[in-house]
């Protein structure tokens, strides 16, 4: 055997991974069972037809599976380990984060750029994800469950590729099945392919909401592409790539598994430059001020009541932290939170507090709120 082959069991491809790389480049399924299928496909006249093995957990997968990469590379005449890396990434979608800088000429970053490039790379994705689900021009510290999930269960850190220091990010799609029930109809997408999609779409957005925020000043730029994927976690992760790394050129790309077709206008690549951070940094800032969260939590201490009779309830304003800041937050409460409030304001005690905020005026008021009662100790601390 003369290929090249990564020995690392998570590097070996699924034989999902094989089937969806065959049909995608024109092979047939001839016949499959429990232990083997196969493909044919003619070239040059011949018909020509390929193993695959289908029991992943056996120990003779890998070199069986070389065998079969090794013929394929002779058959497209192409190096075993892009065949390799073509093959793996059939059911992936890849986010690539190149930095062109002077800290990563020879392929390295220092260790505390590092740790913060990675950071920023998970906060990207994230606020891609939380866009799929509710697109907003900003997301409270509190995500949603669904968005978290998608860390642990569908997104992979790749390995690094070569360039001044690329960053690659590997989100496993599901592969669409066909069925005569759904043949003219448009299935759901999953989750992981409305973050990717809306990651490619939001950061193509933000470069184009900064060039143009550049010339006029006007924050409508940046709040009128929330739809598209353009949040304030997103600007912040953007510019967080561009300052900790000291970046001349930060360029990301995605790329979509063809086991799932996505619209040809899609943007597929982006490159920011440093001298956007400062139009990012004060873009998210004022997003910020303008959004609503439907969920947060935060400590407060009473600074005002307000109530004609407070049998029946009345107003309070909490001064406490929220999203990282100082706010002053109004809250209607009933009776019997009202009298929560007076005496919390009477001993001096913090009081937590949980619901949905909104900017009404001047003021950040908490509507529908789920928890107004004296802070734990163990909250406190």
Known sequence: ???????????????????????????????????????????QGEQVVLEVPQRAST???????????????????????????????STIDVVRIGIESSLTR?????????????????????????????PRPAFS???????????????RLGQTEFGSFVVTLECSVPPLLQSEFLLGAQADEPLVRRATTMLARGLAATQTAARLAAIDGSLKHF??????????????????????????RLVTGVSFA???QVAPTLPRATVF????????????????????YPDVEFLGRVVKLDSTNPTEGGTVTLRGEVEGRQRSV????????????????KNSRLIAAQGALHRDASAWVLKQQRRFDVAEDAEMA
């Open 59 to 89: 120990t003779s997968y890998s070199r069986l599976l070389a065998t079969l990469l090794d013929d394929l590379s002779r058959l497209e005449a192409r190096p075993p380990a892009v065949v390799l890396r073509d093959v793996r990434s």
């Open 258 to 260: 063809p086991t799932r």
């Open 1 to 43: 055997m003369t290929g090249i082959w990564v020995s690392q069991a998570s590097a070996v491809p699924s034989p999902t991974d094989v089937a969806a790389y065959l049909r995608q480049h024109g092979w047939a399924l001839k016949k499959a069972d429990t232990d083997w299928s196969f493909f044919e496909k003619d070239l």
């Open 141 to 155: 510290n509190r995500k949603p469950e669904e968005a978290l999930k998608l860390l642990s269960s569908s997104a």
């Open 223 to 248: 709040s009128e592409r929330a739809p598209e994927g353009l949040s304030a976690n997103l600007c912040e992760a953007v510019a967080e790539l561009l300052e900790v790394t000291l970046a001349e």
């Open 273 to 292: 430059s440093p001298d956007i951070v400062p139009t990012l940094r004060s873009a998210a800032a004022s997003l910020r001020e303008v959004a609503s």
């Open 330 to 345: 109004r809250v209607t409460l009933s009776s019997g939170d009202y009298k929560t409030a007076v005496e919390a304001h």
């Open 106 to 134: 020879d392929g390295r970053i220092p260790l505390e750029a590092g740790h913060q490039v990675y950071d920023a790379t998970r906060d990207l994705f994230l606020a891609a994800a939380c866009s799929a689900l509710d």
